[in-house]
């Protein structure tokens, strides 16, 4: 099968690969799309988390065509989206079913192959079945859709809420998504980019403000009546932090979903005198199935973010490079075809 | 009357000023006694939050000796504990019931006169009823009581969880004494000094740990098998905020009570990847009943941190500079007598 085989930094090749064979308790699956995630292009362009060689790319779906023995819940034929997480089962968060802060944490396509390729081999356990009616391209938005739910879910974001979203990314516009429809009466999207900014207010923000043009802070002061409840910060950067947590009334909660790579200088009395929270939120656990249920029933709309489809053997030119250079792409989608 | 009137950084001084007239709402306590927190300290040394000329002290109680008009729920003789925050009552924070973060909160000893005096003139709406059988010593430490036993409130902190507790000052102390109340299983106190190192094992901590003796991080995560469900930092210092974010299972919630008058270098990645929360307590907000309750029940026991009663002449001598130099005191009782 061809396969994009990453070396590590900046060294990435189609290759001819043996197609894996399917073992007990696993299921080969034909790649239909797999999205391009801010962390494949950051693996690409300096190798951190994942083992070399490595197929990368872990926000897959695809259909089912082969499957090993005391697989129960699946058949050849199946439409499948893929729950990239592997748990050991062992640790302490893993036996109180937080599973997405697991001590040993692995991925599909960091740790073990991933979608970036023609077939991948799975465990049944990451199956999660696709309803008739979703197309393949929304379906591989339901991994991202899950971090931005994920976080939604457990910020302090209740119906009636004002929210700010820091950064107009695929995550920070999932994430308005959801605050969207989760109730939010006022959601404000704080993005840089115009093409972004004008993806905020289709999937539901009541105002943009770029940064660079004026103080958000204050703007979001003003345009929430004093603060907003939940700042989602989708950005992680020194400045998101800060305006994040400057931006809440009191009381409110600043939710981090971002990877923050450097430390940031934190004025916690700004925080206490408010008496402000910071909650975090990574990846997600148990939630893929209510992400599509979301998306079926409409709730939730996420097309908008899919920007460019390309083939597997164009991921360098017309994926990471586009991506790091081109400011009118959002979600790129990534073919084995 | 007498009274420490404070004029500004290192300059206080005894002066005979005149008993305050009551008015409509207001009553006349005679204090018994003020305790000195750390912010008369601090405010002591530099000055910072105060008006000046003022009277600080803040821990306050004493008996009603004159009622203004209209005061309806107290009479001369009643024994008394003030609770010293006044707010706008028109803010945001306060139509929540947040009062504890209003945006003009001000407090007696700080903005208006305090308890460093013969008498104090107070509003009704900031009396507190002892009961009977409660001394007056034990009632001065009823303010800084409520302070821990608010942060340990909105802590996450339930039933059978595991604390750490960073400082072994007052406040340190009451949160271990109100941790043990609120059912923690396990309570680690980080302290240095010997002297607070014995208070925090009479005020219910299992351990004390010398972090200039050993690794506080490294040794709670071995007596906790894995981490604590919280920690309470009453410490202040970028040191205890990395070690209190660091002794956490995740999930875990680092509360923060003392005031951080430095920003701190702050990886917020080892916060996120265990998705660990920071959580910030202010004050207090309809708590003194509880806390006198649970005094008078016996479920706390401050009595231990309190080391010396002195008079109001001696303040500086007896009372400021021995709290800045000695290793021996804890709390401090100012008698106006």
């Known amino acids: ?10 060294n990435i090749k189609l290759e001819e690969v043996a197609v894996p064979e399917v073992q007990p ?25 994942s083992k070399v060689p490595m197929i990368l790319g872990h926000e897959i779906t695809g259909e089912i065509v082969n499957i090993g023995e005391s697989v129960s819940n699946y058949k050849v034929g199946d439409r499948v989206v ?19 802060t697991c001590e040993h944490l692995q991925s599909y396509g960091l740790h073990h192959p991933g979608g970036f390729a023609e077939y ?23 991994e991202p859709a899950a971090v931005a739910m994920q976080a939604v879910k457990s910020s302090a974001l209740k119906i009636g809420d004002k929210a700010a979203v820091f950064g107009g990314g695929p995550i920070g516009l999932l994430v308005t998504q959801c605050a969207k429809a989760a109730g939010a009466s006022q959601i404000i999207v704080v993005e840089i980019e115009e093409k972004r900014q004008q993806l ?18 204050k703007r979001i002061r003003e345009l929430s009546n004093g ?61 893929f199935p209510q992400v599509i249920s979301l998306m079926e029933k409409g709730s939730i709309n996420i097309n908008p973010i899919i920007t460019s489809k390309i083939s597997l053997k164009d991921i360098v030119e017309q994926g990471f490079n586009k991506l790091s250079s081109s400011k009118d792409e959002c979600k790129i989608l990534v073919s084995p075809e």
């Open 227 to 287: 603060g907003v409840d939940v700042s989602f910060d989708a950005a992680g950067v020194e400045a998101t932090f800060h305006a994040g947590l400057s931006s809440l009334i009191p009381g409110g909660e600043l939710m981090i979903i971002s990877v923050f790579t450097k430390p940031v200088a934190y004025n916690i009395e700004i925080q206490r005198l408010g008496e402000r929270k910071i909650n975090t939120s990574r990846a997600y656990k148990n939630i």
């Open 1 to 10: 099968m061809k396969a994009m085989v990453y070396y590590g930094t900046n």
């Open 200 to 217: 905020a207010l289709e999937m539901g923000a009541d105002y943009v403000i770029n940064p660079q043009k004026e103080d958000a802070v």
């Open 82 to 100: 893929i729950e990239p997480i592997i748990t050991c089962n062992e640790c302490s968060s893993c036996r109180k079913g937080n599973y997405n």
């Open 25 to 49: 308790g696993t299921v080969l699956v034909k790649v239909k799309y797999t999205g391009i995630c801010g962390t494949d292009l950051h693996e690409y362009h300096k190798q951190g988390f």
């Open 120 to 142: 991948i081999l799975v465990k049944e356990k990451n199956l999660v079945p696709l309803p008739e009616n979703m197309s393949y391209e929304l379906a591989a938005l339901v």
